[in-house]
Nanobody, 119 residues
Framework: QVQLAESGGDLAQAGGSSRLSCAAS????????MGWWRQAPGKERELVAN???????NYAESVKGRFIISRNNPMRTANLQMNSLKPEDTAVYYC?????????????WGQGTLLTVSA
């Protein structure tokens, strides 16, 4: 099993910045990918950004150029630096870790942390 501890978020102003952190513990996953997803009220959960062990990252089009995901492999943490925030970035943000364990592909989710961006 993998446990995830999220921190950050809360309240930010439009145009401002915020930072989310995710720390993973427990079993290590093969080809582990760490990422952040978000779910806004009334909308489906969507990928914000993820990053693999080599540092290769993917971003949603809506956050490209504004958000930066980084990863510390020894510490097993993933941070999401969010800049130029917009009210539409308001959502519950979830850390997700996925990878191979015991011959199967596993996904683990954090509890979620709310980010509210005021206009």
């Amino acid at each position: 099993q993998v446990q995830l501890a999220e921190s950050g978020g809360d309240l930010a102003q439009a145009g401002g910045s915020s930072r989310l952190s995710c720390a993973a513990s427990g079993k290590n996953l093969g080809s582990e990918v760490m990422g952040w997803w978000r779910q806004a009220p009334g909308k489906e959960r969507e990928l914000v950004a993820n990053i693999d062990g080599s540092g290769s990252a993917n971003y949603a089009e809506s956050v490209k150029g504004r958000f930066i995901i980084s990863r510390n492999n020894p510490m097993r943490t993933a941070n999401l630096q969010m800049n130029s925030l917009k009210p539409e970035d308001t959502a519950v943000y979830y850390c997700k870790v996925e990878g191979w364990l015991g011959g199967g592909y596993q996904e683990y989710w954090g509890q979620g942390t709310l980010l509210t961006v005021s206009a």
